[in-house]
Every structure is written in structure tokens, then in C-alpha cells.
């Protein structure tokens, strides 16, 4: 989507791209392993599914549709601030409970996050909101997307069988979108130098394509996460990731990052390695009271 590359300025069209490219990976696996996909009722499928499908659109589209504006690495740093929203819609569902410690950790990534913010360099007021718009639909989409996993009776819910619900609404969510926003056949008769060209088009897709792959092994992944742990752990742990991000952006696309946002980025590590901390003491907790107790052993006459 860069202007100094091929400058295809239709995010929601690329999101929509992948997202049908999830659907079809999805159920070719499905068919290969012969996985048995639970049916939901009309009324599950209304009220659980297509929310935590729209929601996930949501934040993907807007999330590409921010980095035509801002840089990759304010991106990542405002994205960052999802575990805010995480442990907010965490609370409303049950997941977790509100305690001062995770309140804690989760504030100083506020901070870090608010630093960042301070301290870009060129900021944009219509990337910055929706790549907030994106933060808080992804802390209500992996939300939606545990409850959909772990309350749905007794039976935890396979991650390959929830991509295979979500990634067909998803897919026409963005189409949508993309047909009312961004109008793609009115930006092809428009386009000069790259869509009229169909080598280049192909290019393209071919390039869309790679990234939905790519996509689709990285949700998979994060939602077996979810499956073993929970949300709350996946978006604060996933702020590593982000950083690694924000490196490559600087040494890649040459984003300049000020004083105030190294301060940003240290003081979000120390929220995570505090999270983490956090973490490590209550499964040490759950372990030994989980643990039975030592029985005597009688010695026989």
C-alpha cells in the first residue's frame, strides 16, 4: 500500500482477500483431516458467531486501512494498547477478575502507550482513531472469540473449526465494506500506471495471497493460544511481538522514533514482564493447591 511501492490504496479489499483465503485454506484442512464441525442453532449463530466475525473484520479493516496514513511502527505502538481493552471486555464476560496487580501491569502499558503517542513525530488524527477503533474491536473480538471457544458447553471448541465459521462472514464484511468505501472497479478505471496493468495485478494478488497465508498460520496460532490460556495473556504476551515489529519498521522503512517513545516502548516491557510475573505466581498457585497431599503409607503385618 505504500505510495513508493505500488501504492494500492484498498485495504479493506486486500482484508477481504485474506480473509477469503482463510476460508478456503480452512476447509480444505477440514476435508483432508475430516474434522466433525459442530452446527450451531439460528439463534447460537446470530448472537455468538456473526458478532465475533464482525467484530474481527472490524479490526483488521481498520488496522490496514490505518497504515495508509501512519507509519507501521505508531501503528504497532497504538495497537499495543489492546490488552487495555482486552482486560476491560475480560471483566464484562467473567474471565477475569479485576485485581490490583493486573490493573497495574496493564496501566503502565497505558503509560508507554500514551508516551508513544506523544512523542510521534507524524501523527495523524484519522490513522491514530482507527487504529484505536482496531484496538478495541480486537479486545472484543478475542473476547467473543474465547467465549465462543470455552462457553459453548462442555466441549472446547477447535480452533480450526471456529476459523472455519468466522473467516466466511468476515470475508463478507470487508467485501462489503470495500464496496461501499472504497469503490475497487470506480479505483481500476481510475488507476493509470499499476491496475490497468494485469502483469501487475497479478503481482498483486500474488503478493495479497502470500500475506493471507501468512495471515492464516498467525490467527490459527493465536487461537490455539487462546484455547490453552486465555485472551489477556495473548495480547499482553503478543506485545514482544509488536516491538520486534517496531525494530524492523525503523531498520526497514526508516520510521524515526524520538526520545518519548523509547521511553513508551521500555516502560510497555516492563508492563509485560510484569504481566508475566503476574502470571507465573498464580499458576505456581493453582498448581500446588491442585497438587494431592502426601498419604502415609501402611506397613502391612
Known sequence: MGK?????????LMSAVHSGIHSIITRILIKHYNYTIKKYSTFDYITKVIPCGVAAAIEISCANASLVLITLSFYTMIKSSTPVWVLIFSFMFGFEKPKLNLIAVISLIVLGVSLTVDGESHYNAYGFVLVLIAAIASGLRWNLTQFLMKKNNKEKQSPLATMYHLSPIMFITMLSLSLYIEKPFQHHQDSSNYIDFISKALV??????????????????ELYLIKGTSTVTLSVAGISKEILVIGLSV???G?????????GLFISIIGIAGYNYYKYTNSMKSVNNTTPPAQSVKKSN
Request: no cysteine.
Open 204 to 221: 498483486s494478488l500474488l503478493v495479497m495471497a502470500v500475506g493471507g497465508v501468512l495471515a492464516f498460520m498467525m490467527t490459527l496460532s
Open 4 to 12: 513508493e511501492y505500488y501504492n494500492l490504496n484498498l485495504p479493506l
Open 251 to 253: 531498520f526497514i522503512y
Open 255 to 263: 520510521d524515526i522514533l524520538t526520545l518519548k517513545t523509547y521511553l
